[in-house]
């Protein structure tokens, strides 16, 4: 898996940076060579909220058309959303319902409320882990100024998505990508990335609010020293960290207003690039 953090300054500027541009092509360019070795018939792309938001996507749309020879699919948030669900549902693991699926990427994170196939809500929201670490954090450990000031705009966006989401009636709460299986590793306390043991995973609550707590609070290098720890998340999970507590604590929280009890988190590896595929 390559990271090539598209997003990157999108927050701020509104436009794709030249440089995550460049990286994106380049990593675009090895895949087609590797299409072309493995005489890939059919392909697909999609794109998500990075290129959403970008002003200048149709750089990024060209770009791939010209490298790859497909135009990728910028999508919806309502569709990234139920591709991560679909791809999560996959799995076949008959969760209690509903289910709550959250997909934490880099500038949105999607919530899908359903029961089994069938999908009750949904609705993305502006709150990734780049988007997070960026608008804020700017040191490394961020001070606790910076960690408030994620946790203050997570809870209004969670507000949000109140509107449209029963939080106290989830049954269970799975998290998907790449902060959550981080997370995950930690929680499991793992000396290698082993998806084997992630995927699947009911981690305690408390757990997993002490692994975000190393993440938020250790240093750059102790966090790279992880051997589960991909270089191109080191920078960014602290606010993916941030925001997956936030969203378990809500959820735990209005559960117990309604007398249940959310105990565990569950941690799939199924997510959007299965539902790309199952629905290509």
Not at 26 to 33: L, M, N, T
Not at 78 to 103: C, F, Q
Not at 185 to 193: G, I, K, N, Q, V
Request: aromatic share 4%.
């Amino acid at each position: 898996m390559e990271i090539v953090r598209l997003g990157q300054g999108v927050d701020k500027t509104g436009r794709l940076d030249d440089g995550a541009l460049a990286r994106t092509f380049e990593a675009a360019e090895r895949f087609a060579k590797l299409m072309r070795i493995h005489d890939v018939e059919r392909s697909r792309m999609v794109a998500t909220a990075a290129t959403r938001d970008a002003e200048n996507s149709d750089v990024f749309v060209r770009g791939i058309v010209d490298r790859i020879g497909v135009k990728p699919e910028v999508i919806t948030g309502a569709m990234e959303a139920e591709l991560g669900y679909r791809g999560a549902l996959s799995a076949g693991r008959g969760w209690a319902a509903p289910a709550m699926t959250v997909d934490i990427g880099g500038g949105s994170t999607e919530f899908v409320l359903g029961r089994g196939p069938e999908i009750e809500s949904v609705i993305s929201v502006p709150m990734g882990c780049v988007r997070m670490t960026e608008r804020h954090l700017r040191h490394d450990p961020p001070s606790i100024t910076e960690i408030e000031a994620v946790r203050e705009d997570v809870v209004g966006l969670l507000d949000r998505v109140s509107e449209t989401i029963d939080f106290g009636s989830v049954e269970t709460l799975v998290g998907l990508a790449g902060s959550v299986t981080t997370l995950t590793a930690e929680a499991l306390h793992l000396d290698s990335y082993q998806p084997q043991y992630i995927d699947g995973a009911q981690i305690a609550v408390g757990d997993v609010l002490k692994a975000v707590d190393f993440m938020v609070t250790a240093p750059r290098d102790v966090r790279l020293a992880r051997g589960y720890m991909h270089p191109g998340r080191v920078d960014v999970i602290g606010g993916g960290a941030i925001v997956w507590s936030e969203i378990i604590k809500r959820v735990a929280s209005e559960v117990a207003a309604r007398g249940g009890r959310l105990d565990r988190v569950v941690t799939s590896e199924r997510d959007i690039l299965d539902g790309i595929a199952l629905t290509a």
